[in-house]
């Protein structure tokens, strides 16, 4: 899926096709629904998973999609299980950016199990960076790196807000957002890769029985909705200190 125009109000890039779904679909979704454009940039293509392949992984990110009102996606070809932060893999993801011009990233949080995770979450960030340097083109050394000519025909852009998707992360988080409404498609979304989350027996002992799933993605969103007293939440950090206008409108009681 790839819409070719217009620029979005929030990406969230992630390294995997299925990591977005598990930390920030229902945040999409409730985006999307209050008619905010919105955007996955996934870096890998899947060729390295257990389960199924690249081709049958594109397709179910398809079908994800759609359940999650997405206005666009994409997918960079980074190696799946190596993902490396490197000068040209940060110009791949910068000539996104300013093609895109998203207000708001969502990136991985900077610490997890998965070396893709956190490697992504650090090249999202310094991608950022680049994208916003007006002298960028003049870079020496950028000859044979394919993005290179098409991100410094490009405007820069840098969005305004960066916002860590951390449920992958035992941290606190900073904020939830409240998906009590998009929980079943959230979990919609997710299953809709058949390939990883059918009963199987390649990666059983790795995978969650079928019936498991459900519960599992319930019992984290119940969490972190019982933390601001909603049914289901997705949990995010920002590095930045909030901005509070009018106290009596904080929504989350103390007691």
């Not at 893999?89 to 956190?118: C, K, M, S």
Request: charged letters at 25%.
């Amino acid at each position: 899926m790839r819409s070719t125009e217009g620029q979005l109000d929030i990406l969230a890039l992630a390294a995997h096709r299925d990591d977005i779904e598990q930390t920030c679909g229902g945040t999409l979704l409730k985006a999307a629904q209050l008619g905010q454009r919105t955007g996955v940039l996934d870096l890998t293509q899947g060729e390295m998973g257990t389960r199924g392949d690249a081709h049958s992984r594109a397709r179910e990110s398809d079908a994800a999609a759609k359940i999650l009102g997405l206005s666009w996606r994409s997918a960079l070809d980074l190696p799946d299980g190596r993902v490396e932060n490197t000068f040209a893999n940060r110009l791949n993801i910068a000539r996104v950016l300013r093609e895109r011009r998203p207000r708001v990233l969502i990136l991985p949080y900077w610490q997890g199990r998965h070396p893709d995770h956190y490697t992504a979450s650090i090249l999202g960030y310094e991608a950022a960076f680049l994208s916003g340097l007006t002298k960028l083109g003049s870079t020496p050394g950028t000859d044979d790196i394919p993005a290179a000519e098409e991100l410094f025909s490009l405007k820069p852009h840098r969005p305004f807000k960066i916002v860590y998707a951390s449920l992958y992360y035992d941290v606190r988080p900073t904020f939830v957002v409240d998906i009590t409404a998009q929980f079943e498609d959230k979990l919609r979304s997710l299953l809709a890769y058949e390939s990883q989350y059918s009963d199987q027996s390649a990666g059983a002992g790795l995978f969650p029985a079928h019936q498991e799933i459900r519960q599992r993605l319930e019992t984290m969103a119940r969490f972190y909705g019982l933390l601001a007293g909603v049914d289901y939440a997705e949990p995010f950090v920002q590095k930045e200190v909030g901005l509070v206008e009018d106290l009596t409108l904080i929504p989350v009681k103390s007691l």
